[in-house]
Each structure stands twice: as structure tokens, then as C-alpha cells.
């Protein structure tokens, strides 16, 4: 028996998101350097986080999350990137509060949320 209420799995806190995705996050970044950006692993993760990333925003924006271009997050990714999503644009993901003195939720390129979202859902979750 699982001492998890039922509907855990199917609505998960905010907490329980963001740990997810924080998890996911430092994995995925580990199994790039460790495999490349094109292992089979490394795509699984990478997807595995911009789902959690989505259901976050569905669930959670733009009350407790909200998309925001990150202008610095270019140059970082240059020195660490270099597959396809090297200096491509980033959405952060930005918490409304910290939890746990997490402040955000990674990044999500442009392109994907282009691609995962819908337009009117960009547009409502993100913040200038």
C-alpha cells in the first residue's frame, strides 16, 4: 500500500513538481556530459524535463509560475552547450515565491515551448 493520497501522481503539488524537475534537470545535465546531447538517455531526460516543465505551467501559471526570457542565460549556455540549443533563447521559468530557496524551475528553450505549447498558453503564461 502506498502512504500517497490518491491524487498525488495525478495532481502533484507545486512541491512536488519542482522537485521533479530540479531532479530531472541535474540528471539530464549529467547524462550530457557523460553520454553526449544525442545518447538515447540524454533525449529521454531532456524530454522527461520539458513534460514536467509543461504540467507545471498548466497547472501552476501564471499564479505561482510564469515563462520569462532569460537574456543572460545565452552566455552561460554557450560556455556549457554545444549541441543544437547553443545560444538559442531560454524561457525561465520563475517561481512567484521561492520554495526551498529554489527560485525557478530551469529553462526551456523558446523553440520547445513554440513547439509544446499552445500560442495563447505562451501568452498567458509568460511575463516581460
Same mark, same amino acid.
Given at each position: 500500500?502506498?502512504?500517497?493520497?490518491?491524487?498525488?501522481?495525478?495532481?502533484?503539488? &507545486?512541491? =512536488?513538481?519542482?522537485?521533479?524537475?530540479?531532479?530531472?534537470?541535474?540528471?539530464?545535465?549529467?547524462?550530457?556530459?557523460?553520454?553526449?546531447?544525442?545518447?538515447?538517455?540524454?533525449?529521454?531526460?531532456?524530454?522527461?524535463?520539458?513534460?514536467? =516543465?509543461?504540467?507545471?505551467?498548466?497547472?501552476?501559471?501564471?499564479?505561482?509560475?510564469? &515563462?520569462?526570457?532569460?537574456? =543572460?542565460?545565452?552566455?552561460?549556455?554557450?560556455?556549457?552547450?554545444?549541441?543544437?540549443?547553443?545560444?538559442?533563447?531560454?524561457?525561465?521559468?520563475?517561481?512567484?515565491?521561492?520554495?526551498?530557496?529554489?527560485?525557478?524551475?530551469?529553462?526551456?528553450?523558446?523553440?520547445?515551448?513554440?513547439?509544446?505549447?499552445?500560442?495563447?498558453?505562451?501568452?498567458?503564461?509568460?511575463?516581460?
Amino acid at each position: 500500500m502506498s502512504s500517497l493520497p490518491d491524487n498525488c501522481l495525478l495532481q502533484p503539488s &507545486l512541491e =512536488q513538481l519542482l522537485a521533479e524537475i530540479v531532479a530531472i534537470n541535474h540528471a539530464w545535465k549529467e547524462a550530457r556530459l557523460m553520454f553526449g546531447s544525442s545518447a538515447g538517455l540524454t533525449v529521454s531526460l531532456r524530454n522527461l524535463k520539458t513534460r514536467s =516543465q509543461v504540467r507545471l505551467l498548466r497547472n501552476y501559471a501564471p499564479e505561482k509560475v510564469y &515563462l520569462k526570457i532569460d537574456e =543572460q542565460a545565452l552566455e552561460t549556455s554557450l560556455e556549457v552547450d554545444h549541441d543544437l540549443e547553443t545560444g538559442e533563447p531560454l524561457y525561465g521559468l520563475i517561481l512567484q515565491k521561492p520554495i526551498n530557496g529554489v527560485t525557478d524551475a530551469a529553462h526551456l528553450p523558446v523553440r520547445v515551448a513554440q513547439e509544446v505549447l499552445s500560442e495563447s498558453e505562451i501568452k498567458r503564461f509568460t511575463q516581460n
